[in-house]
């Protein structure tokens, strides 16, 4: 993982994601966020079982900010984009973009906080790898 890195992942717009009027209901676009962040650090290798069980630590959202810039609708494949931004001390800057078939549906600057089991931070750099040959199926 690497800062300008970026990962993609697509999921579908189910009916349980929507409102009456087959809309993506507001919160759930964080739902989507976040499943592809999981996504994200599992295809470079850190399941959140295994950061716990074998590492101690464990993501938490510090901050969250969200522009939502058009609909998405039932039914609909979108695309959510993380690039990493930043990774200094105990954070990872993230931000998120979802695409959806007719253009931009949201975008979303995530402040992640890398912490012990006791909530105490811990720094990035000592559990993930930061090089440039560092990452998955990442693109950047």
Not at 22 to 33: E, K, P, Q, S, T
Not at 104 to 128: G, K, N, Q, S, W
């Amino acid at each position: 993982m690497r800062v300008g890195g970026k990962h993609r992942a697509r999921f579908r717009v189910y009916y349980e994601d929507t409102d009456a009027g087959g809309i993506v209901y507001h919160a759930n676009h964080l739902r989507f966020a976040e499943r592809a962040r999981t996504e994200m650090l599992r295809e470079w290798g850190f399941d959140h079982p295994g950061l716990r069980d074998r590492h101690g630590v464990q993501f938490t959202v510090r901050r969250c900010r969200i522009e939502f810039l058009g609909p998405a609708r039932l039914d609909e494949m979108l695309t959510v984009e993380t690039e990493v931004l930043e990774m200094r001390g105990a954070r990872l800057e993230l931000l998120q973009r979802i695409r959806g078939e007719r253009g931009p549906v949201a975008e979303i600057a995530v402040t992640l906080a890398l912490v012990d089991l006791r909530m105490r931070p811990v720094r990035v750099d000592r559990i993930l790898p930061t090089g440039p040959s560092a990452g998955g199926r990442s693109e950047g």
